[in-house]
Nanobody, 120 residues
Framework: QVQLVESGGGLVQAGGSLRLSCAAS????????MGWYRQAPGKQRELVAR???????NYAESVKGRFTISRDNAKNTVYLQMNSLKPEDTAVYYC??????????????WGQGTQVTVSS
């Protein structure tokens, strides 16, 4: 009953920017933390950025200073502004949310993933 829908991925040259969005919909009473993860070919999924319900952000060291996570609680949406992109940022990016529903218990939800490709 809860779905996360991502948008904003694509192909960009090194040094460029992309803005990812992920909107949660369905049976939502409250959303705790939201975050972005990524998985590059042959690598494990890793945390990129996380933001609490109070809008306190955390970032992976590799993206600190380049990426900015934000959220719009009224829209149940989390964003990831990615600047100064590097080829090593190439990965499938997944949004994540810890959601408590009106009729469902708290659970961890994932988006379908969106491809980000940074060319050199």
């Amino acid at each position: 009953q809860v779905q996360l829908v991502e948008s904003g991925g694509g192909l960009v040259q090194a040094g460029g920017s992309l803005r990812l969005s992920c909107a949660a919909s369905g049976d939502i009473f409250s959303i705790n933390a939201m975050g972005w993860y990524r998985q590059a070919p042959g690598k494990q999924r890793e945390l990129v950025a996380r933001i609490t319900s109070g809008c306190s952000p955390n970032y992976a060291e590799s993206v600190k200073g380049r990426f900015t996570i934000s959220r719009d609680n009224a829209k149940n949406t989390v964003y990831l502004q990615m600047n100064s992109l590097k080829p090593e940022d190439t990965a499938v990016y997944y949004c994540n949310a810890d959601i408590r529903g009106w009729n469902t218990p708290r659970a961890d939800y994932w988006g379908q993933g969106t491809q980000v490709t940074v060319s050199s």
